[in-house]
């Protein structure tokens, strides 16, 4: 699953490729930079080196062959379909099954090492939205809120984000960090909605809050306590042996209650690891019974046409009485005045 960071990085270590079948050592299938920069002459079993004038295809099937006659392929569901298609060729008497899920079943848990790891990754998105947050003044485009945001994650020990960063605005203002209005000036009165993740050793965080430039709509803050009182439902209802489904019912009763439901256009919030996005999908069709250990977004919004746009979001896992957050950032209403 070559695509996933995560699918291989959970049992391996490193992104690239392997063919692991039972009794057996894995045959990895590596570009020949990767054996000459990153292996430094180590053993580590059988490597197929694929050079840039080899005849790739012949290579990948050579491999494939060499573990017999295989009956069923499992790879992952976001396996290039290049690949799927060569392990046709290479072994046409072979099932190829989606293997996503029983990946799944080993990861969503998290032990109280990765906890620790995505606590270190949420505090690390924390400080860059502390360290970023007086800089939402009118004047300031997306853009620049996006490069601060960023260069804070690198110092504080993320080299990467575990999503692409996105800032913006919605309602009377409608400024975007990924599209051209993020080189415009933010006006007085916009409210910045942050949308950016952190990776710790390998494991993601996803984190969200929204300040305002200047004064803020008079429905603003009103929104703004539904917001939250959607998130604390969402996390009060986190409880192991919840279904995925009763949670983000519980997070959106409070912003249907304000008569404000259409304006939550989205899931409370998904799986969250190694991967950015990983299953259980905290939304109304997944009916995934929640365990103690799993961890999700919990990431209530409201995107009102033509007033205003305000959002949040933490990392939760689930707990006996409750969610428990991994972010510690204030959760408190920001308006730069």
Known sequence: DIPSF????????????????????????????????????????????????????????????SLGNLSLIAVGARTWGEAVIELGKAAPNAEIVNGSPIVNELRRVKSERELALMTHAASIADRAMAATAAKVQPGVTMVELHEEVEHQLRALGSRLPSFPTHMFSYGEHSHDSQAASGL???????????????????????????????????????????????????????????????????????????????????????????????????SEEDMTPLEAGMTFTDEPSILWDGKLGVRIEDVVVCAEGGGRYLNEHSRESVVNR
């Open 184 to 282: 415009e000036p933010i006006a007085e009165g916009e409210p910045v909605m942050f949308d950016f993740g952190a990776v710790w050793q390998g494991y993601c965080s996803d984190f969200g809050r929204t300040i305002v430039a200047g004064e803020p709509h008079p429905e603003y803050e009103r929104c703004y306590e539904i917001m939250l009182a959607a998130q604390e439902a969402g996390r009060a209802a986190s409880v192991p042996g919840a279904l995925a489904s009763e949670v983000n019912a519980a997070c959106r009763g409070p912003i249907e209650e304000a008569g404000l439901g259409e304006t939550f256009r989205h899931r409370m919030g998904h799986g969250i690891g190694v991967d950015v996005h990983e299953w259980p999908f905290i």
């Open 6 to 65: 995560g699918n291989v990085h959970y049992a391996h270590g490193w992104v690239t490729g392997a063919l692991i079948a039972p009794d057996r050592e894995p045959v990895y299938v590596l570009p020949r930079m990767y054996v000459a920069f990153h292996l430094w002459g180590r053993d580590i079993g059988e490597v197929v080196t694929v050079n840039e004038k080899d005849d790739g295809e012949a290579l990948f099937g050579k491999a494939i062959s």
